[in-house]
């Protein structure tokens, strides 16, 4: 009698709660649809995209690989050529992405409060990146401006951060790393036809449009706009790593050279379409590193190979300055003066040499808080109309990365981003001495061209902190370098503490 009695008051309990539970639910559900309809009345493409990428990212946040290929997908192949097809689809696809990343960012984040362990074995690097953007944000709320500015500085640095920690700290299986691979080879591929297309289409349009040449645009799914300029830089430096990577696994003897060859004019063709004279330093640049230690070993080899690479970047330089009327002379000088020299650039106040010397200028011993520490994330971006910027207008103190960094966060904030591929080339070393793995060994010193890239580009465009495209390309690779490196980790060190 006690036991039924007993049995009758837990199921009438079980009942309550589950009464309570269905309740709860059903004043949640009635609520969400309240603030969606909310969302959905004020017609306001951003607020609406973010609800949209709420809803989205919290249906695949027990779905991490799903959020990843979303992520590369959008972020190489959809959001950049938007402006062009749907450009009334551009901005919300790109904040859109940008949420997915910080959804990423949080999930990752969760994790390892919940699950601490998961950080053995991290490499240096990666507690960089997280130094890197803890010290941006508590650096940006002790300079506080505006909302708008921190936030929109917050946006444009970290969209794509989540994917450096979750491919470090997830235990992804080794098939999907490998899928990854092959889908960022077939991107490289598309950028040919892609590529072509624009020059044919797009170029004479706008040039009939706006009376300019529109060889900017170019910039195969990294990003363009109608009327005139693009990501083709960019494109170009993501292509040139995918050619390091294609000759540092032939070195290896993963790659055939019939393979080899079939790949690399599909990858070197589009960077003859555009009008990126850099290419003239990236191609060299790459083939240095990743042929540095046959100088010692096969010289003659190493000859052969870096005189074939001058050539190229020597053709395509021509190729570039062929394309306009006037002479050669004219536009090296007019390079020179607009890059080194005293000539602003695209129309600016400022070129790459004197953004640097204007910042020391101003910012220089008799301001020693914003010559340590700048003035805060987002202060220095003209198009969102950083307080800083707007004191300099038309000056382009944004110009580059380096001079980006330098304002908004000071020398501080560029040494720690610098570090971060200081670091990193010594991870892809140790990877490249100790192990024995061909694919691990080709890939290390593969990323090592890719981070002198990097470096390169700092100097060269402000793209790597406002670019979702190739800031996937930069965070994936730093991801891809962290995965490798404490694969390695426990390889050596067994499986013992590895998280599941």
Excluded at 109 to 126: C, D, E, G, H, N
Excluded at 347 to 370: C, I, M, Y
């Amino acid at each position: 009698m006690y036991k039924q009695g007993f049995l009758n008051k837990t199921n009438i309990s079980a009942d309550s709660d589950n009464k309570k539970i269905f309740y709860i639910i059903v004043l949640a559900s009635v609520l969400i649809a309240m603030i969606f309809g909310l969302f959905a009345v004020t017609a306001n493409p951003i607020i609406i995209s973010l609800a949209v990428a709420l809803v989205v990212g919290t249906f695949l946040l027990t779905k991490p690989i799903w959020m990843i290929w979303l992520l590369l997908a959008s972020g190489l192949l959809v959001v950049g050529m938007l402006p062009l097809y749907l450009d009334f689809l551009a901005s919300k696809a790109a904040w859109g992405v940008s949420i997915l990343g910080f959804i990423l960012l949080f999930l990752t984040f969760f994790k390892i409060t919940t699950f601490p362990r998961v950080v053995r074995a991290t490499p240096t690097f990666i507690w960089f990146v997280l130094f890197f953007l803890i010290y941006a944000i508590i650096n940006s709320l002790l300079q506080w401006h505006t909302a708008f500015e921190f936030l929109g500085g917050v946006k444009r640095y970290f969209q794509m951060y989540g994917l450096v920690f979750m491919l470090c700290w997830y235990n992804f299986d080794e098939r999907d790393i490998q899928r990854w691979q092959v889908f960022l080879l077939i991107v490289a591929i598309l950028q040919l036809p892609t590529a072509v297309y624009e020059l044919l289409v797009f170029a004479p349009l706008l040039a009939s449009t706006w009376g300019v040449a529109a060889v900017d645009l170019v910039a195969g799914t990294f990003g363009a706009q109608k009327d005139g300029g693009g990501a083709n830089a960019e494109m170009c430096l993501f292509l040139i790593i995918m050619m390091a990577f294609l000759l540092a696994r032939h070195k290896e003897k993963i790659l055939s050279f019939k393979q080899l060859a079939i790949f690399l004019p599909i990858l070197i063709s589009p960077l003859f379409l555009g009008e990126t004279k850099a290419v003239i330093v990236m191609l060299p640049l790459m083939f240095l590193v990743l042929y540095r230690h046959e100088i010692f070993t096969r010289f003659h080899y190493w000859l052969i190979g870096f005189i074939s690479a001058i050539l190229l970047a020597i053709a395509i330089g021509y190729y570039y300055l062929s394309l306009s009327p006037r002479p050669v002379e004219q536009q090296i000088a007019e390079t020179i003066e607009y890059n080194f020299k005293s000539k602003g650039y695209g129309g600016q106040h400022l070129n790459r040499t004197t953004v640097l010397t204007f910042w020391a200028e101003k910012q220089g011993a008799h301001d020693p808080v914003s010559f340590l520490f700048g003035n805060g994330i987002g202060s220095s971006h003209s198009g969102a109309r950083g307080h800083v910027a707007k004191l300099y207008p038309g000056y382009g103190i944004g110009l580059t990365s380096a001079s980006t960094l330098l304002w908004d966060l000071g020398i501080v904030g560029l040494s720690l981003f610098i570090a971060i591929l200081f670091f990193a080339w010594s991870c892809t070393r140790t990877l490249w001495k100790e192990s024995n793995i061909p694919s691990v060994r080709a890939d290390a010193i593969a990323i090592q061209s890719a981070l002198a890239l990097f470096g390169f580009h700092i100097l060269y465009r402000d793209s790597l902190l406002d670019l979702p495209s190739i800031q996937i390309v930069l965070t994936g690779l730093l991801g891809y370098l962290a995965w490798m490196h404490r694969r390695h980790y426990f390889s050596i060190h067994g499986n013992k503490g590895r998280p599941a």
